[in-house]
């Protein structure tokens, strides 16, 4: 038996056999036996972490739940109408247009303002160099309250050659737009490339809190913590394309380059439900998910959790350059 604490561990993990004689293992040697178990385990663990992980099987990531399936598709002509730019936009076959060129950008608006509802729309956006161009999808009341107003963004922020688009979620309250921005950005890189196909992009906006979602996923949930915070006056659903070179493309650093003119923006699919600022306090909210009262299921969050940590590049909550007194959501 004394050779057996000698011997290699390998050795022991089994009967051995030695000089004819058969060895059983001892007392002293189940300890050391335990571990090179555990220890032979670890990958095997590592390996199911991985599997299981959002960035392999469950990666790109997949709604478990489509509120878009839930609203029926609006007829451009019936629910919006031209803001400007009317000679850069064109509609054909209830698929909208807009373009910006040296002479002008262009834009849309609801025809009816809201006070809470699910804004979607498809979306396809301008290939190879778009530094300094905006293509936005958005609520805002800036014409009812100039100078005061609330917005509510989706932004893609033009890019240089073969970088991504980066998609910007903004939140202003009250004015916090305008003069002295506050703004609530987070920005994100897709796990595609929005300028091949149409993707479905949307806010869902209620008393309680606003969920950006993309393809039915949800990538942001701005809950309502205090009405200072929220945004609550009725809002109209907006679109345009237009010229942001002094910040969109890294910090203005890339300027918008007219020779690679026309820049295109495509929509179609609109869908637009919910409460209209002219419908009874009794109408029924949209929600995000099966729930009427609205939030998210565990899983929708869950996925939305690995949108955040795989897709985000940037959220003002964690900016230690942001004066965050201004922005008390984000340590309430």
Known sequence: ????????????????????????????????????????????????????????????????????????????YKGFRNLWGPQHQSIDQNALTLWLDRTSGSGFKSVRPFRSGYFGASIKLHPGYTAGVITAFYLSNNEAHPGFHDEVDIEFLGTTFGKPYTLQTNVYIRGSGDGTIIGREMKFHLWFDPTQNFHHYAILWSPKE?????????????????????????????????????????????KADYRYQPFVARYTNFKVGGCSAYASRWCRLASASPYRSGGLTRRQYWTMRGVQKYHMVYNYCQDPKRDHRLTPECWG
């Not at 604490?5 to 058969?22: D, K, M």
Request: positive net charge; glycine residues 2%.
């Open 210 to 254: 606003i969920i950006f979602l993309v393809d039915d996923i949800p990538i942001r949930r701005y809950p309502r913590k205090s009405a200072e915070t929220f945004p609550l006056r009725p809002m109209w659903l907006y679109g345009s394309i237009w010229d942001a070179s002094s910040w969109a493309t890294e910090d203005g650093k890339y």
């Open 1 to 76: 038996m004394h050779f057996l604490r000698t011997v290699p561990l390998l050795f022991t993990l089994s009967p051995c056999i030695y000089n004819s004689s058969i060895i059983l293992l001892s007392a002293y040697t189940l300890p050391y036996l335990l571990a090179f178990s555990f220890m032979a385990l670890i990958p095997l663990f590592a390996i199911l972490f991985f599997m299981a992980s959002p960035s392999n099987a469950y990666w790109p990531p997949s709604p478990s739940y489509r509120p878009s399936s839930k609203f029926r598709p609006v007829n451009f």
